[in-house]
């Protein structure tokens, strides 16, 4: 790519953009024929809202390319919180939500695991079926969530499966067997409280053939719980938020798998265990 229209991307110049098209009107088609980055990439990286919104009307499809690195503009933009820009690639192209790059990424991803709440929000009502997909690691945003501590993530992308009745993503699972509950309690353990009453069933419940071994009381009476202390660092609290919102979704499910844990645990010699809080914080 020439050096000049890389520095107006990244300087957000349209004015020298628009000096360089009027030199050679051919610049930007000479960008699609090079397998890297296009200015749109550049400015979209930047924040250049202005410029992005000028390089979409002269080269929409720059929408639509991949870097070198594997990523859209809207995987940019993304990242980085740009909502603006991520409205406008949008509106170019919504199909770019399901757009796979580095590690099967989708945009709604990288949203996810920096925490863009507002950008979250925006991909998820442009493609509501995009909550679904998996990385080649069979994450869905929901997993991503929980192993990046993303309380307020978790919680929009529990409302969006809620509202568009996709109860089914809860129970997906990892490269590695894990739903997003497995990898919650399996984060940090915490000192029992009560469980949550109530609550609609919405996944399906494998483990709960002996309630009686797997009841609450058990849990709390059980060798493992004995003497144990919460643990105080910021992870363990943000853990323990995931779990609780968790636990809000569906007290039966959560019971099941709590119970199995602890099972686990308890037969393996292994950590010690308890319930965990359930009021959200």
Request: with cysteine; hydrophobic share 35%; aromatic share 4%.
């Amino acid at each position: 790519m020439d050096r000049r229209l890389i520095e107006a991307a990244q300087m957000g110049n349209v004015d020298l953009l628009f000096n360089l098209i009027k030199y050679d009107p051919l610049i930007l088609h000479s960008v699609s024929l090079a397998e890297e980055e296009t200015p749109l990439h550049i400015a979209s990286m930047a924040g250049h809202l202005n410029f992005v919104q000028q390089i979409l009307k002269l080269k929409p499809e720059f929408a639509t390319e991949l870097n070198q690195d594997g990523f859209s503009p809207l995987h940019i933009a993304s990242a980085n919180g740009y909502l603006e820009i991520v409205k406008e690639l949008l509106r170019v192209d919504r199909d770019m939500c399901a757009v796979r790059g580095r590690e099967k990424r989708i945009p709604l991803h990288y949203a996810v695991i920096k925490g863009r709440i507002h950008v979250m929000k925006e991909l998820l009502a442009a493609s509501p079926d995009s909550v679904e997909h998996v990385t080649v690691r069979g994450e869905t945003a929901l997993h991503l969530a929980v192993k990046k501590n993303q309380i307020e993530g978790l919680r929009v992308l529990v409302e969006h499966i809620k509202e568009f009745k996709k109860e089914g993503v809860l129970n997906m699972k990892d490269e590695h067997g894990n739903t997003i509950l497995h990898l919650a309690i399996s984060g940090k353990q915490y000192e029992a409280k009560t469980l949550p009453s109530g609550g609609e069933r919405i996944i399906d419940d494998a483990h709960s053939n002996d309630n009686k071994a797997r009841s609450p009381a058990y849990a709390q009476n059980s060798p493992s719980s004995k003497n144990f202390s919460p643990d105080g660092s910021s992870h363990a609290r943000e853990t323990q938020r995931s779990t609780s919102l968790l636990m809000e979704i569906d007290e039966s499910v959560y019971r099941s798998e709590l119970m199995r844990a602890a099972e686990e645990d308890i037969s393996g010699g292994g950590r010690r265990w308890t319930s965990l809080f359930t009021d959200l914080s």
